[in-house]
């Protein structure tokens, strides 16, 4: 399918903000060889988004509403511009009392990007959007949450295939197979009924369990040569075509951080 570029208008310096948001930093992550910001994370969430839109609506067909996830997948992290963007661990490790306070601050936040950008985004309620994509609340939050999680999941894959054993953490948890974003992703079909019956069409859509530390033991850094090669994990390739096709292999092969 192809879509028209999103221009949201009067969101001044947005952009730039985004940018200036680095991904997974954390003290038990020193070093992200390619590491993203906030900015690339988001236009790639849309791209992931794009790919499964002509499933999602073979299963949903009218009650998807394609605009409202398509927007929302650009600015689901815009929060994050006044809170800072909490990390997996930090998460799966607070109890209900930390949690809830980090969603209050979240929800605290909207009026003030809501004051900063203004009240409509592609024609659509910017509140409305942010607030969304928070509470899960509808079909097409929750499909943008799991492009998120998947977008999460091939940044992390991506440092594992080249030797950085920082991150199987994030991939895949301590044992390096089922936790991370393995687990968070398998849970959406359980987490959120209305997905079930599309991970009943669509299973390839959830990654399985894989052994990311012998990947990680054999890692080499990544090259043009390299990222076009078959990787042995279907969800891995997946995510790394789409940023091919859409972004081309700079940002996936320039090493920006050192051990």
């Not at 570029?5 to 680095?22: A, C, N, Q, T, Y």
């Not at 509140?127 to 079909?139: F, H, M, V, Y």
């Not at 042995?232 to 096709?245: E, N, P, Q, S, V």
Request: hydrophobic content about 35%.
């Amino acid at each position: 399918m192809d879509f028209q570029s999103i221009v949201l208008h009067g969101f001044d310096g947005r952009e730039e903000e985004l940018g200036r948001i680095k991904r997974f930093v954390h003290k038990l992550i020193p070093v992200m060889y390619y590491r993203t910001t906030d900015f690339l994370h988001s236009r790639r969430v849309l791209w992931h988004l794009e790919n499964m839109i002509p499933d999602i609506l073979s299963v949903y067909g009218s009650g998807f509403d394609v605009n409202f996830a398509r927007t929302l997948a650009l600015v689901h992290d815009d929060v994050e511009i006044i809170t800072g963007d909490p990390q997996l661990y930090d998460k799966e490790t607070m109890d209900a009392a930390q949690l809830e306070l980090l969603v209050q601050r979240e929800r605290e936040a909207i009026p003030g990007l809501v004051q900063m950008y203004g009240a409509i985004a592609n024609g659509y309620d910017y509140k409305e959007l942010l607030t969304s994509a928070k509470n899960k609340d509808r079909i097409e939050s929750q499909f943008v949450s799991l492009c998120d999680k998947f977008d999460g999941s091939g940044e992390s894959s991506h440092e594992v295939w080249a030797g950085n054993k920082h991150f199987l953490l994030p991939a895949g948890g301590n044992q390096g197979r089922i936790r991370g974003y393995v687990r968070r992703q398998r849970e959406f079909q359980i987490k959120y009924p209305a997905m079930a019956r599309f991970f009943e069409i669509f299973p390839e859509y959830l990654p399985s369990p894989f052994d990311f530390n012998n990947v990680a033991e054999h890692g080499k850094l990544h090259t043009a040569e390299s990222i076009q090669e078959n990787s042995g994990y279907a969800h891995y390739d997946r995510w790394r075509r789409t940023i091919i096709k859409r972004e081309g292999i700079d940002n996936l092969i320039t090493q920006l951080e050192f051990e």
